[in-house]
């Protein structure tokens, strides 16, 4: 799945259809219709997302956002990773070992040209998430949480394939993020001891706003 919770919609035809997406083939018909324009879409929405996100894992491994070699010794999973401005961001501090899910083979041909995936997988979101338990020292998943989309379970998902102490990093649309069961999934995941919510604060989906998204940082204990 791919970054397409700016918030509002305006006049793009694409977003407007993603708010609407009611099943997998929608979703996966979409974005591979929006792949090649998509990047260029986002630009023009001053989309802030996927940067904030890498630099918020940074910050939650006691980083250094000015260190551009730190991410060298870890595996990370990009689930909905479109066409790749997430992992685009993550090798800008030096991830050479990042895996890439999304449901629009479209979107993975693009993302395949960046360069910066070792692995790069069509997978629907809305089913188990075919890894091992205990795979990844992160996951993370931008735009992927939003309306017509994937649902909260997935957050339980992401907690299993992480490894113990490791970080979930993930943007959930604002509007839905109480209507549709993110925050009481959070609370189940902090209350049963499964991790420590480091973040779940507001922010700005565009870099001309402070509003639209909510910015998850879960820490597996």
Same mark, same amino acid.
């Given at each position: 799945?791919a970054?397409?919770n700016t918030h509002p919609?305006?006049?793009?035809v694409?977003?407007?259809?993603?708010?609407?997406?009611?099943n997998? +083939? +929608?979703?996966?018909?979409?974005?591979?219709?929006?792949?090649?324009?998509?990047?260029?879409?986002?630009?023009n929405?001053?989309y802030a997302a996927p940067?904030?996100?890498?630099?918020?894992?940074?910050l939650?491994r006691?980083?250094n956002?000015e260190?551009?070699q730190?991410?060298g010794?870890?595996?990370i999973?990009d689930?909905?990773c479109?066409? $790749?401005?997430v $992992?685009?961001?993550?090798a800008?501090? &030096?991830s050479?070992?990042?895996?890439g899910?999304?449901?629009s083979?479209?979107m993975l041909d693009?993302? *395949?040209?960046?360069g910066?995936? &070792?692995v790069?997988?069509?997978?629907d979101?809305?089913?188990p998430v075919a890894?091992p338990d205990?795979?990844?020292?992160?996951?993370?998943?931008?735009?992927?949480?939003?309306r017509g989309?994937?649902?909260?379970k997935v957050l339980?998902e992401?907690?299993r394939?992480? /490894?113990?102490?490791?970080l979930?990093v993930?943007?959930?649309?604002?509007d839905i993020?109480? *209507?549709d $069961?993110?925050r009481? +999934?959070?609370d189940?995941?902090r209350?049963? $001891?499964?991790?420590?919510a480091?973040?779940?604060?507001v922010?700005?989906?565009?870099?001309?706003?402070?509003?639209?998204?909510?910015?998850?940082?879960? /820490?597996k204990l």
């Amino acid at each position: 799945m791919a970054e397409s919770n700016t918030h509002p919609v305006g006049d793009n035809v694409f977003l407007q259809r993603a708010y609407k997406l009611s099943n997998t +083939e +929608e979703a996966r018909n979409l974005y591979d219709e929006w792949a090649s324009q998509y990047d260029k879409d986002l630009q023009n929405e001053d989309y802030a997302a996927p940067e904030l996100a890498a630099e918020s894992l940074i910050l939650a491994r006691g980083g250094n956002v000015e260190d551009s070699q730190q991410l060298g010794s870890i595996k990370i999973m990009d689930a909905g990773c479109g066409t $790749g401005l997430v $992992g685009l961001g993550l090798a800008r501090f &030096g991830s050479p070992n990042i895996e890439g899910l999304d449901i629009s083979p479209g979107m993975l041909d693009i993302a *395949r040209r960046t360069g910066v995936y &070792g692995v790069l997988e069509e997978a629907d979101l809305s089913k188990p998430v075919a890894r091992p338990d205990n795979s990844y020292d992160a996951v993370m998943c931008v735009g992927t949480l939003t309306r017509g989309h994937v649902g909260p379970k997935v957050l339980k998902e992401f907690v299993r394939i992480v /490894k113990p102490e490791g970080l979930i990093v993930a943007t959930v649309l604002d509007d839905i993020w109480e *209507r549709d $069961g993110f925050r009481a +999934e959070v609370d189940n995941l902090r209350d049963s $001891g499964q991790v420590k919510a480091l973040r779940t604060d507001v922010i700005g989906l565009r870099t001309t706003s402070d509003v639209g998204g909510r910015l998850l940082v879960l /820490k597996k204990l």
